[in-house]
């Protein structure tokens, strides 16, 4: 491959991954809305775009393994397809995980937690994905790492949701009713699950801006 095809074939890659990005960006958009208000319609799109996510990652990953193969890029190429390919997997479970929570609104038949504020968290891992993707395309070090600490903001709104749905449990009255009891604890574990799964997404996006850091700096600071 010559070089100036060799050259559009790696900034291919980086459109393509950023054009993802944007589809899970979207996805997950439309998962948190659907989270918020309980629209079982918004849900099941989220459910039924995610064989779209996953073939884009599919088509990603072959394109990336045979610059590997063919090219055999070394330093700073050889990292930008090696972040580019671990990016890819980052945001393809960051789709599974927008489907896990189209499902949980699914199963609650309403908003999953209409006492709870999961509206934030989820403002907050979302802004940390798309922030992510910008310093992916910028080449952005310094936003990679504003990016690692904010997602400690994340985390700590996680867990104070995660204290207060654990709090009313054990508060709140419930009649006799083995009935009332199962429902309760239903509900409670779809609110803890969704919890859980904007942490993640918020990890995933610290993900995406270590990859980026290592891809720019060759510095591993930020990856576990």
């Known amino acids: ?9 790696l900034e291919g890659i980086r459109s393509d991954v950023l054009a993802m990005g944007e589809r899970v960006i979207d996805r997950l958009e439309t998962a948190l809305e659907s989270v918020s208000t309980g629209d079982e319609s918004l ?17 990603l990953e072959n394109d990336c393994v045979d610059l590997f193969a063919l090219q055999q890029p070394v330093a700073g190429d050889l990292r930008f397809l090696t972040a580019s390919f671990k990016i890819i997997t980052d945001l393809e479970r960051i789709g599974d995980l927008a489907v896990n929570l189209a499902q949980y609104v699914i199963a609650a038949d309403g908003p999953v937690a209409p006492d709870v504020a999961l509206d934030a968290i989820g403002e907050e891992a979302l802004s940390l994905l798309e922030r992510s993707l910008e310093a992916y395309d910028a080449e952005d070090v310094d936003a990679c790492r504003h990016i ?3 997602d400690d903001h994340v985390d700590a709104l996680c867990h104070r949701a995660s204290e207060t749905v654990t709090r009313e449990l054990i508060e709140r009255s419930v009649e006799d009713d083995p009935w009332a009891i199962e429902r309760l604890l239903d509900d409670v574990s779809r609110v803890l699950l969704t919890i859980r799964d904007l942490e993640r997404i918020g990890d995933h996006a ?5 990859r980026t850091l290592y891809m720019v700096e060759s510095d591993p600071e930020l990856i576990y």
């Open 43 to 59: 849900a099941r799109t989220v459910i039924e775009g995610d064989a779209e996510i996953n073939d884009r990652y599919l088509a």
């Open 148 to 150: 690692a600490d904010d």
């Open 206 to 210: 610290v993900n995406v801006a270590a």
């Open 1 to 9: 491959m010559p070089r100036e095809r060799y050259q559009e074939a």
